[in-house]
């Protein structure tokens, strides 16, 4: 895919994430979004129903989220019917600490941590990408998140080719946070993710291409 991302970048900046979404989808490829079901993770699921409610939602579900996050989840699910597509790991979050042992903590042992999220996030996302082929992933990463993320843009590329589009990637929290308000969205208070363990870090999927 050609494009000039530093020019697109300046235009799609005063766009709303609404627009930039519209925006993406004009370009007749071959559009997905991925959602966690994080905090605020309604916002960008809103967006998406508004711009094109046929886009593919891939959540990857780790089996490790805690009840809130799913209870808040079907609530989302079903107040913006979504067009959703759940991918699971191979194991069960029981089989797995059964035979494995629990969450591993990245600092103790890095390597065990790594194999761990490839397990339960890079593989079942490679399978969505596998089955929905995607040309343009849209998904709610923004700048001030991560030291990494701080590195990326509006639009950038992976390196599988795929064009990622951050609609709201210069939003701060308290924007995000008011929009949920002004549109009544639901959002849980607890939530983990265990190939994070700790806010700041990656869960992989963005630094894995």
Not at 89 to 116: C, K, L, S, Y
Not at 178 to 201: A, I, Q, W
């Amino acid at each position: 895919m050609s494009l000039d991302l530093d020019t697109l970048n300046q235009q799609l900046k005063d766009l709303s994430p609404v627009e930039i979404v519209r925006w993406a989808t004009g370009l007749g490829k071959t559009v997905i979004a991925t959602t966690s079901f994080a905090p605020n993770a309604a916002a960008m699921l809103n967006v998406i129903v508004e711009a094109d409610n046929t886009i593919p939602v891939v959540w990857v579900d780790s089996g490790y989220n805690v009840p809130d996050t799913y209870r808040v989840a079907e609530v989302i699910m079903d107040k913006l019917q979504p067009n959703m597509q759940i991918y699971i790991p191979q194991w069960t979050a029981e089989r797995r600490n059964a035979i494995m042992g629990g969450i591993p903590h990245p600092d103790d042992d890095p390597e065990v941590h790594e194999e761990f999220t490839r397990q339960v996030k890079l593989e079942p996302f490679q399978k969505a990408l596998d089955d929905l082929q995607p040309e343009v992933w849209v998904s709610g990463i923004r700048r001030e998140e991560t030291e990494f993320r701080k590195s990326l843009d509006i639009l950038s590329i992976d390196n599988r080719g795929i064009l990622k589009v951050a609609p709201f990637f210069y939003w701060s929290e308290e924007q995000v946070q008011d929009y949920m308000d002004n549109n009544e969205l639901p959002s849980c208070r607890h939530y983990f993710d265990p190939t994070k363990v700790e806010d700041g870090r990656e869960c992989g999927l963005h630094t894995s291409a």
